[in-house]
């Protein structure tokens, strides 16, 4: 029998989605020299994009590179089974702004917000202790790295209490994508800038935070105790054994999708636990601020409850990464959403229009042209990350002013779900029964 490690990716492409790639995109891909962890996110990526509807011409080379570069670096197995927690400022402020619209009243006592993996910085859970001033917010991980070292371009790496170098976030640009092109000679640099910079430091076993620096480059001891104030605490502990006042929100993003849907079940149950009386669980994925979705699971006396599934509209786009990001089979939020994205693109009255409107969007801001053979092509030289991230933005706040979100509402409904505009602007429905787990109490 031949193994998915024998075929190409070309001819993977064509037996889920009925058509082969251009040579230039097709050849970019080589299955066989992709790490068994990727040849995996490959597979579930195209059964997603055959759920979804997706047309080959929809591929371009910016999703070629992140499937043949990006992702072998970013999975966990690349990490030794450590979930990377890659992370920007502001990446959650759109659901701070979900539940300040949700009005909920304020006691004696203040709410209680649980930011549940919140990662390292833990620079998101800091965004929302801001928004809410009046509110206790807990930033809770597992892990929280002990040194942190940031090199002179501004790309960081973590370290333990050993000084064992964990993991590195570069940011996205030239070079950072040269440090992901090359992990392992990443990897002895930061140990080669850590060595250099570690015997400076004053107190290595004190609990303060402590930084130096030579060279432009910082390390920083305990960076952890920089993040806290007055109403955010920043606590280790796992999921399963945290203990905590109920609180009226958990927010766990970029989470549950690393476990299998059955141990995710049992992670919803206890998290439910920790919620108070009509508390509500955000729980689902977010990029860099693009391409998100989530579940609002409501508690109740008989447990937690998905309300409503909600996504960006940019997960329609066709520079689109997220939507197919799983790490497990039958992931069910990325199934959901391919089943909602397969609904719109079926829809002949509404999708040609809507996808022409990308084309023409793209190519108003230079990203990137529709060519003759029907596919996207992209200027010889890269565009700078943080030019396309202004752009991508201006491309989908035009698409969101001409009211393309209310047509896709228009659109679910019209094909049977119960769907609406939430208060932030995502398209939301009402989850299909089955489609979410349901967390009953014992």
């Given amino acids: 029998m031949q193994t998915m490690k024998d075929q190409s990716f070309d001819a993977l492409v064509e037996q889920f989605l009925g058509m082969r790639l251009p040579q230039q995109m097709a050849g970019a891909v080589s299955l066989s020299e992709l790490p068994p962890y990727a040849q995996g996110f490959t597979?579930?990526?195209?059964?997603?994009?055959?759920?979804s509807g997706y047309s080959v011409t929809e591929f371009n080379p910016a999703l070629i590179r992140w499937l043949s570069a990006s992702i072998p670096s970013m999975l966990p197995?690349?990490?030794?089974?450590?979930?990377?927690?890659?992370?920007?400022?502001?990446?959650?402020?759109?659901?701070?702004?979900?539940?300040?619209?949700?009005?909920?009243?304020?006691?004696?006592?203040p709410h209680i917000f649980v930011d549940m993996g919140c990662g390292f910085p833990p620079v998101t859970t800091a965004?929302?202790?801001?928004?809410?001033?009046?509110?206790?917010?807990?930033?809770?991980?597992?892990?929280?790295?002990?040194f942190v070292l940031y090199d002179k371009d501004g790309h960081y790496a973590c370290f333990d209490q050993k000084g064992v170098f964990q993991y590195f976030q570069a940011l996205m640009n030239l070079s950072g994508r040269a440090l992901y092109a090359d992990p392992e000679a990443t990897g002895k640099r930061f140990n080669k800038l850590f060595a250099d910079l570690f015997?400076?430091?004053?107190?290595?076993?004190?609990?303060?935070?402590?930084?130096?620096?030579?060279?432009?480059?910082?390390?920083?001891?305990?960076?952890?105790?920089?993040?806290?104030?007055?109403?955010?605490?920043l606590i280790k502990s796992d999921i399963m054994e945290l203990e905590l006042e109920p609180a009226k929100v958990i927010r766990c993003m970029n989470v549950l999708v690393y476990f299998?849907?059955?141990?995710?079940?049992?992670?919803?149950?206890?998290?439910?636990?920790?919620?108070?009386?009509?508390?509500?669980?955000?729980?689902?994925?977010?990029?860099?601020?693009?391409?998100?979705?989530?579940?609002?699971?409501?508690?109740?006396?008989?447990?937690?409850?998905?309300?409503?599934?909600?996504?960006?509209?940019?997960?329609?786009?066709?520079l689109v990464f997220m939507p197919w990001f799983t790490i497990h089979e039958d992931d069910p939020e990325g199934m959901l959403l391919a089943e909602l994205s397969g609904a719109i693109r079926a829809t002949r009255s509404f999708?040609?229009?809507?996808?022409?409107?990308?084309?023409?969007?793209?190519?108003?801001?230079?990203?990137?042209?529709?060519?003759?053979?029907?596919?996207?092509?992209?200027?010889?030289?890269?565009?700078?990350?943080?030019?396309?991230?202004?752009?991508?933005?201006?491309?989908?706040?035009?698409?969101?002013?001409?009211?393309?979100?209310?047509?896709?509402?228009?659109?679910?409904?019209?094909?049977?779900?119960?769907?609406?505009?939430?208060p932030v602007g995502d398209i939301a429905v009402r989850p299909p029964a089955n489609s979410l787990p349901l967390c009953k109490r014992n």
């Avoid at 979930?83 to 004696?108: E, F, Q, W």
Wanted: charged residues 30%; proline residues 4%.
């Fill in 43 to 51: 597979m579930r990526m195209l059964k997603l994009m055959k759920r």
């Fill in 77 to 109: 197995d690349a990490w030794g089974g450590r979930i990377p927690p890659i992370t920007l400022p502001n990446r959650h402020s759109k659901l701070d702004a979900y539940v300040s619209n949700r009005n909920m009243a304020v006691g004696n006592d």
């Fill in 127 to 146: 965004d929302t202790a801001r928004k809410f001033p009046d509110w206790q917010i807990y930033g809770v991980d597992r892990s929280f790295a002990d």
């Fill in 199 to 233: 015997p400076l430091l004053r107190d290595t076993d004190g609990t303060a935070s402590e930084t130096v620096e030579k060279d432009g480059n910082k390390l920083i001891h305990n960076h952890i105790r920089d993040f806290e104030t007055d109403n955010l605490t």
């Fill in 260 to 318: 299998k849907p059955e141990i995710r079940k049992t992670i919803l149950s206890q998290v439910g636990e920790l919620l108070d009386e009509d508390g509500i669980l955000i729980a689902g994925l977010n990029g860099l601020g693009l391409q998100s979705r989530y579940a609002v699971y409501q508690k109740g006396a008989d447990g937690i409850f998905p309300t409503e599934f909600a996504f960006s509209l940019d997960n329609l786009g066709h």
């Fill in 351 to 422: 999708w040609p229009e809507f996808g022409n409107r990308i084309d023409e969007l793209l190519q108003d801001q230079d990203i990137c042209r529709r060519g003759t053979d029907g596919f996207l092509h992209f200027p010889e030289n890269d565009m700078p990350f943080d030019e396309y991230m202004k752009k991508n933005a201006l491309l989908w706040r035009q698409m969101e002013d001409e009211g393309y979100a209310d047509r896709v509402v228009d659109v679910l409904g019209r094909a049977g779900y119960d769907a609406w505009k939430n």
